[in-house]
T-cell receptor
């Protein structure tokens, strides 16, 4: 069974600060996706990383895929209240069904 | 841009009743996935279909069945509902084995 551990589980920081969320596994994934989910709504795809060592930027968000394709990180620069939400990493492997991480609930305090 | 459509958005059923959830994928997407998300939990994979054929099966109870139709929409049928089936049910679609886009979900409450 492939497991994805995210850390931290909860994070509450002031507006303007930087933060990093980690997603770790002992398994290799063919790709890894990051989603953001609002309460009662479906996960919204933020980015997909495929190549080991790949770095993708989405405005103030920087995503990195580990060289061995077992782990990933999400770094947010100058966090804003609109960044508040549940962030989920999800690994794809074998028929591409997604295995979701344990989630990081982020709160940005104005 | 068109997104994944799910219906109904909310459903209330009693124990032992049946429920049918529908999913309409993004146009031209040929792969559909079903996930179940319990309160405070991450989504758990149930089942997937590619080109109308079941492609993978996860932790889906025997009381549940699903299929993908010729127009690529999918239905998840749930029988003998139990209180523990109360959850958010998400459908996602993709073009082949690419990025998955999720629908808004169906909130099922079993009383």
């Amino acid at each position: 069974t492939q497991l994805l551990e995210q850390s931290p589980q909860f994070l509450s920081i002031q507006e303007g600060e930087n933060l990093t969320v980690y997603c770790n596994s002992s398994s290799v994934f063919s790709s890894l996706q990051w989603y953001r989910q609002e309460p009662g709504e479906g996960p919204v795809l933020l980015v997909t990383v495929v190549t080991g060592g790949e770095v993708k930027k989405l405005k103030r968000l920087t995503f990195q895929f580990g060289d061995a394709r077992k782990d990933s990180s999400l770094h947010i620069t100058a966090a804003q209240p609109g960044d508040t939400g549940l962030y989920l990493c999800a690994g794809a492997g074998g028929n591409e069904k997604l295995t979701f991480g344990t989630g990081t609930r982020l709160t940005i305090i104005p | 841009a068109a997104g994944v459509i799910q219906s109904p958005r909310h459903l209330i059923k009693e124990k032992r009743e049946t429920a049918t959830l529908k999913c309409y994928p993004i146009p031209r997407h040929d792969t559909v996935y079903w996930y179940q998300q319990g309160p405070g939990q991450d989504p758990q994979f149930l089942i997937s279909f590619y080109e109308k054929m079941q492609s993978d099966k996860g932790s889906i109870p025997d009381r549940f069945s699903a299929q993908q139709f010729s127009d690529y929409h999918s239905e998840l049928n749930m029988s003998s509902l139990e209180l523990g089936d109360s959850a958010l049910y998400f459908c996602a679609s993709s073009l082949g084995w690419t990025e998955q886009y999720f629908g808004p979900g169906t909130r099922l409450t079993v009383t």
